[in-house]
């Protein structure tokens, strides 16, 4: 009987630490697209200054490292350390490019967030829509909670994005992984420095 009572509470206080997270990282979120949303509408910023300012705004939610390292999958491990530290800073700049070459398209969207799950007690998943005046796009945040906080990063972190079923993550691993079938690491990085 006593074991069951102890479990029955082990249940009910991780179900309060999980709502505690995701309330923790639902505020975190709003917080970070709204100051995007002030960035993109503020016309006092040039392009550049503008961009910059919403990478540095996102840097602290997104682990776009472990983003670099999964998109590699098992080739990772064969890399130098200094190779895999090139790889990085190169696939970083392409995904912050990438970020900022969409914020050109922004048109008073919202992002709304429809469901947030916890499949693991390290995993979460935002499920959102950003919503325009006449069509809505689904996209899904997957965070993972880090062992060991990180300067300048919060605790829980994404490291992939769902825009209507298309894992960015899968894509560029199907991506690097053909480029890597015809050439090597070195043709890769190059693609990368463009």
């Known amino acids: 009987m006593t074991n069951i009572f102890i479990k029955i509470i082990l249940i009910l206080s991780f179900g309060l630490v999980s709502l ?3 309330n923790t990282v639902k505020k975190e979120f709003n917080d970070t ?3 995007i949303i002030e960035v993109v509408k503020d ?3 040039t392009k550049e200054e503008r961009n910059k300012k919403i990478i540095d705004t996102i840097n602290p939610i997104f682990d776009f490292e472990l983003m670099a ?3 590699l999958g098992k080739t990772w491990k064969q890399l130098s350390k200094d190779t895999q530290e090139e790889f990085v800073s190169l696939y970083v700049k392409r995904m912050k490019n990438s970020y900022s070459a969409k914020i050109d398209g922004y048109a008073d969207e919202k992002v709304i967030i ?3 799950t916890q499949p693991k007690s390290t995993r979460m998943v935002f499920y959102t829509s950003l919503v325009g005046d ?3 796009i689904n996209i899904e945040y997957k965070y993972y909670k880090t062992k060991i906080k990180r300067d300048n990063k919060k605790v829980w972190l994404i490291y992939d994005v769902v825009i209507e ?3 960015i993550l899968k894509t560029d691993r199907a991506q690097f992984s053909a480029v890597l079938k015809r050439g090597s690491i070195e043709s890769l990085m190059q693609k990368l420095r463009g």
């Open 20 to 22: 505690n997270a995701s």
């Open 33 to 35: 697209f709204d100051s």
């Open 43 to 45: 016309s006092t910023l």
């Open 69 to 71: 390292k999964l998109s």
């Open 114 to 116: 429809n469901d947030i």
């Open 134 to 136: 006449n069509d809505s």
């Open 165 to 167: 079923g298309i894992s």
